[in-house]
């Protein structure tokens, strides 16, 4: 099994999930991790669930944030929380003209905290013109957070307000994907979308595990230079011990 930074519950990968209460934030996080519809989620309030999952032979421990509703316009912008993230689920209902608004609005505010590479040039240019540190968008911990723009309840045609999203399922540029489900009908299709966001991080972070190896490898050398660094090493010793023993 290949290793990941994700691979231990103490280092765990965390989606945030986010959008219009009664969208179906809870039902589609249920239903991912449990492949259960709870039709009524009592709890309205934020919840964190733990995880750990394996796909494509990777062992990848997940804590899932469901945001609640009410909170999406301060916790939607919140900086602390969009910093903690390694992902975002943004969730609209394609009944509801107004939870797309509202979904737009806060990937908006997410893009001014966590850029995506695209608009990391913007926000270095725009941070130069208010005078603040363009190295703040260009920090190494600031990685492109990977957003599924989720259309939900895609299983009430009937109602349907939003124009049905043409289904190509794939990343735009600026890390966004945008889909639509049915927490209620679709499980294949919520975990199908939910591990390929999970993959999306891992393809984000795969090149800086492999640099963080080479260059532990560069300050230590490979296991041979080190072993033979060693045993030079204590052949000056046991040379000197001799010196002085005569
Ligand atoms: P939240 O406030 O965003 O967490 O929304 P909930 O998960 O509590 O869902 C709100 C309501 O929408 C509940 O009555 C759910 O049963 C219903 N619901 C959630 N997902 C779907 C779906 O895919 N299809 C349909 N028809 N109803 C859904
Ligand atoms: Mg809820």
Same mark, same amino acid.
Request: glycine residues 6%; positive net charge; aromatic residues 4%.
């Given at each position: 099994?290949?290793?990941t930074?994700?691979?231990?519950?103490?280092?765990?990968?965390h989606?945030?999930?986010?959008?219009?209460?009664?969208?179906?934030?809870?039902?589609?996080?249920?239903?991912?991790?449990t492949?259960?519809?709870?039709?009524?989620?009592?709890?309205?309030?934020?919840?964190?669930?733990?995880?750990?999952?394996?796909?494509?032979?990777?062992?990848?421990?997940?804590?899932?944030?469901?945001?609640?509703?009410?909170?999406?316009?301060?916790?939607?912008?919140?900086?602390?929380?969009?910093?903690?993230?390694?992902?975002a689920?943004?969730v609209?209902?394609?009944? &509801?003209?107004?939870?797309?608004?509202? +979904?737009?609005?806060a990937?908006?505010?997410?893009?001014?905290?966590?850029?995506?590479?695209?608009s990391?040039?913007?926000?270095?240019?725009?941070?130069?013109?208010?005078?603040?540190?363009?190295? !703040? +968008?260009?920090s190494?911990?600031?990685?492109? %957070?990977?957003?599924?723009?989720?259309?939900?309840?895609?299983?009430?045609d009937?109602?349907?307000?939003? !124009?049905?999203h043409?289904?190509?399922?794939?990343?735009?540029?600026?890390y966004?994907?945008?889909?639509?489900?049915?927490?209620?009908? &679709? +499980?294949?299709?919520?975990?199908?979308?939910?591990n390929?966001?999970?993959?999306?991080? %891992?393809?984000?972070?795969e090149?800086?595990?492999?640099?963080?190896?080479?260059?532990?490898?560069?300050?230590?050398?490979?296991?041979?230079?080190l072993?033979?660094?060693?045993?030079?090493?204590?052949?000056?010793?046991?040379?000197?011990?001799?010196?002085?023993t005569?």
């Amino acid at each position: 099994m290949r290793g990941t930074s994700f691979e231990t519950a103490k280092n765990p990968m965390h989606i945030i999930i986010l959008g219009q209460e009664g969208v179906g934030k809870s039902a589609l996080t249920v239903r991912f991790l449990t492949r259960r519809f709870l039709s009524e989620f009592a709890e309205s309030e934020e919840m964190s669930y733990e995880r750990t999952m394996t796909l494509d032979d990777r062992q990848v421990s997940l804590r899932i944030t469901d945001v609640s509703g009410k909170s999406l316009q301060t916790r939607g912008a919140s900086r602390e929380l969009l910093m903690q993230a390694d992902a975002a689920v943004l969730v609209y209902s394609v009944t &509801d003209q107004s939870s797309v608004t509202a +979904a737009r609005h806060a990937l908006g505010c997410m893009r001014k905290y966590r850029p995506s590479v695209t608009s990391v040039t913007h926000a270095q240019t725009s941070g130069h013109r208010r005078g603040q540190s363009s190295g !703040q +968008a260009t920090s190494g911990m600031l990685l492109p %957070l990977p957003v599924l723009l989720l259309g939900n309840k895609n299983d009430l045609d009937h109602v349907r307000t939003v !124009q049905r999203h043409k289904e190509k399922q794939e990343w735009c540029s600026d890390y966004t994907l945008t889909s639509e489900c049915s927490a209620r009908d &679709d +499980a294949e299709g919520v975990t199908s979308l939910f591990n390929n966001l999970i993959k999306k991080v %891992l393809e984000i972070r795969e090149p800086l595990h492999r640099s963080g190896r080479k260059l532990s490898q560069g300050v230590l050398g490979s296991p041979s230079q080190l072993r033979t660094t060693i045993k030079r090493r204590l052949s000056m010793f046991s040379r000197a011990d001799r010196v002085a023993t005569l």
